[in-house]
């Protein structure tokens, strides 16, 4: 039997990769915002989805690695919105998603979906606790705690780290 393959896949997926990528990007950029109008809260969850979805066509794959990221974006796009359940619902996800996942899952990517499951917390229970989500976050690079500093609700000394050590200032 004979496999029919669309020639045009390859350019589908092509086009869908770029999307995707504008459209994190772009929601990223909003979620990291201190304060957005209502019709940039609606962008910002918007892009986040379509990413999500994109990604799949991209990859021509429903688990991977993009994926579990753009799952992350939607919870932290649905934090900042104040949807409680929805941000739960996408934190579940990414959390399923790690788990499924053999290869290619990164430290910053698990400390991510933590940061998922915990905004999600936050806005469905409460203060969690963070001690070992703090701990994850202070095993990270510069790059990556400054990026943190700009999505968790801590304050920012928290992010600070020297040689190992914590910077705090007076």
């Not at 304060?35 to 021509?60: K, N, S, V, Y």
Request: proline share 2%; with cysteine.
């Amino acid at each position: 039997m004979h496999q029919y393959r669309d020639p045009n896949r390859a350019d589908a997926q092509s086009c869908a990769r770029a999307l995707a990528i504008r459209l994190s990007n772009r929601a990223w950029d909003l979620i990291e915002r201190e304060e957005r109008t209502f019709a940039e809260t609606d962008e910002m969850i918007d892009a986040a989805h379509a990413a999500r979805e994109l990604w799949a066509i991209a990859t021509g794959a429903r688990s991977n690695v993009e994926r579990l990221r753009a799952h992350h974006a939607v919870s932290c796009a649905h934090y900042r919105a104040g949807h409680r359940e929805a941000a739960l619902h996408a934190a579940r996800q990414a959390d399923v998603e790690e788990r499924a996942l053999s290869r290619g899952v990164t430290q910053f990517d698990h400390v991510m979906t933590m940061v998922a499951m915990h905004l999600a917390a936050l806005l469905n229970f409460g203060a969690p606790s963070n001690e070992v989500l703090m701990d994850m976050v202070d095993r990270l690079g510069r790059e990556e705690r400054e990026l943190l500093s700009r999505i968790l609700p801590w304050p920012k000394e928290r992010f600070a780290i020297e040689n190992g050590h914590r910077v705090l200032s007076l």
